[in-house]
């Protein structure tokens, strides 16, 4: 250290009372902070030694049906994590102090930045944000290495093997090509701050969201390659794999929710979802995801679809893997490319075609030995759950060849062509409304042989209400768009047909009402969960067809002016005013919004901009009226010296995001079935209640 | 793979300049360039969504704020007061700037596998879960324990010593 510093002082001669000041700060941070920095770069290369543990012993004791060598993965794998969570504390601690002598904290940091976004910054880069990937990637480990339910050991042994072989893969592709903790010397005096976009909180919170959907998929990959390794698959597998991918369902919806959000509000126009190649990198797992999920429930119920259960567990993380390979490597362009670096891109290839590739050949040699397990009529609750993945499976495979195809037409022919949002919405929706009008039927069929009778009985009136309710609404809105009430109409089918099946199964002829209620409070969570799930789906898909009947107006306004909006709404500008910020300065116009001649709030837009990095961002306002929006955003200044503005009105547009939170409620409630939790745990406990405070368990 | 070069020259050059890359300065049509009929003004919208921006990154010409895209609008918005159809401006923006102008591919030999890939894709699952059922029907419902050779083995292993125990 000491030499370093004083090597920076001899280069620095041009400039000596800057230099000072940098001796000056790198003294301030101390030897001790320098230390634990080392000590941070050094526990990466420890958790790196570690997961080779990890993955060797546990492996070895599973074929050997050794248990102490299948109990090492559990300590190992719980290592990994804190060596991992040491080393991320370090990076964080390094953003906080501003400690420019780390290259990855002067490129995106800035030492007058609101501290928030110090935090959220060390993963709003590409190394800091691979460490965030590797922490939760090890996190997962650990948790299935503390996760006491009803797992059989070498199911265990193996998952937690595999999981350890990701995670080599990902801190060897971070210390050899991306490493936070490169230095540089001498170190600057200040940093090169974040980029602006990314300073926002929305933007802040969607990549550990999405990272703990990606993520969390690898655990639902190391359950299936363990499966096929010991050549053994069942219902316990089904119901051990469930939670785990139900929770990163979970966190991946709320991730892609959160940065369609972000996208609305920041990015100025109010769309909601462009189809960007890095927004289908986060769909496409998210598609195969929900497939997964339905049929690891044929799989727990009914012990069939086990070799399309394991092909889409590999090919859902396959995907996830596929969606950092995009994001980071720079293949695909698009508004996301702050990491655009080709030389990463092929070493995570390399991982890419080492897991995709491995784990495919893995199942060709070894789905042959799983046996099939019960057989099921085409028309039965197996046999809709069969057609909701054919369906999924298609719209994934449709988007990912969308995405692709372009490179793949180019590389081949030359021929360069773009497959933008006219061809995505030209091919999913068609895929989605049979998928979403076929949905409430299936909720409502027997397993093993359904009879469609019986299902259109059950069905009556929620398609009665749906029906009545969609003409009504089409009465309202006529001369509108008539996709808008059709849409809408879907939506309070799948909400109504939804809890249709909760009515069903607790209101008997002749039962009381509250019996009928305590029958439904004893309907299982999952059942619930399905139903929170169905309807919240329901909600989103009104709130997207909303959009049809949703306004916009490009205007120039003098403060004073009055402009209407769409509805009932209007806005005054009240006043065009600059102002000054923590590290940007801005443009604020203050706006009056209006319902027919009443006031109803004041909002501000504004266009920031960032001297650090040279670059400006739109702030939108936005006025919320029930799940409705009016949407102000600050255009350019007119030569005449009136503001151009653009003015949205969005009926029901937070509908959309409501929609993905109960989606996310959904799969929690869920996770939170009590048969996903028996086992090892309740017995665990009855047996410590019965020894009383005995401190181990007699042998 | 031009295209990717250009890009990241574009993006090593914006780095360079100490400026982050894409910048995602949204602004789309101006209000001076707004035609007065709301009739050709939504062609106008609809046309420019399905125009690529060729200097941006994956934005249309309806969202951008680039000079080219600018112009472009403005092009748009010149053909239709003229009087062209839709499809004749479009055919002009495609003679002038190739079919990676439309965000919306044509369907043509090079894109046949492209938009035919949703029916190709779920055709070809209908079939082989067709065929799946048709053979699943013809074998009889295995009822054997669900063990691999190596747990029947070692039950077996078990069940004997427990059995040599006992005598």
Known sequence: MRSRRRGSGSTGIRRPARNERIRGRADGIGRGGQLLIEAGHFALALALGLSVIQMVVPFWGARTNDPVLMGVGAPAAIGVFALVLFSFGVLTYAYVTSDFSLMNVYANSHSQKPMIYKVTGVWGNHEGSMLLWILILALFGALVAIARNAVPPKLRANTIAVQGSVTIAFLLFMLLTSNPFERIDPAPFEGRDLNPILQDIGLAIHPPLLYIGYVGFSITFAFAMAALIEGKIDAVWARAVRPWTLGAWLFLTLGISMGSYWAYYELGWGGWWFWDPVENASLLPWILGTALIHSTVVMEKRDALKIWTILLAILTFSLSLMGTFLVRSGVLTSVHAFAVDPDRGVYILAILVFFIGGSLALFAWRAPLLRQGGIFAPVSREGALVVNNLFLATACATVLIGTLYPLALEAVTGAKISVGPPFFNATFVPLMVPLLLLLPFGQVMAWKRGDMNGVAQRLAGAILISVVLTVIIYGFTYGGPVAAPLGVGLGIFLIVGSFNEIVTRSFTSGSGFRDAMRKARGLPRSTWGTVTAHAGVGVMVIGIAATAWSTERIVTMRPGDVQHVGGAYSVRLDSVFPRTGPNFQEDVARMTVFRGDRAIGQEETSKRFFPARNMPTTQAGLHTVGFSQVYLSFGEPQPDGSLGLRLYYKPLILLIWIGTLFMGLGAGIAMSDRRFRVGAPVRAKRDESASGTAPAPAE | ?167
């Open chain 2, 1 to 167: 793979m031009r295209a990717f070069a250009i890009a990241l020259t574009f993006a090593a050059g914006l780095a360079l300049a100490g400026i982050a890359t894409a910048p995602p300065a949204q602004a789309g049509p101006q209000p001076d360039e707004i035609l007065d009929d709301p009739e050709l003004e939504q062609r106008a919208r609809a046309l420019s969504a399905n125009l690529r921006c060729l200097v941006c990154q994956n934005q249309s010409i309806d969202d951008s704020d680039a000079p080219l895209a600018r112009d472009l609008r403005v092009l748009v918005r010149e053909r239709l007061v003229e009087g062209y159809s839709d499809d004749e401006i479009e055919a002009f923006v495609v003679a002038r700037y190739g079919d990676f102008v439309l965000f919306r591919p044509p369907f043509n030999v090079n894109t046949v596998l492209l938009w035919g890939s949703p029916i190709l894709v779920f055709g070809a699952g209908a079939l082989g879960l067709f065929l799946a059922l048709r053979r699943r029907r013809d074998v009889a419902p295995s009822v054997t324990a669900d063990l691999t050779p190596q747990e029947r083995a070692e039950l077996e292993r078990i069940l004997g010593e427990k059995s040599s125990g006992n005598s």
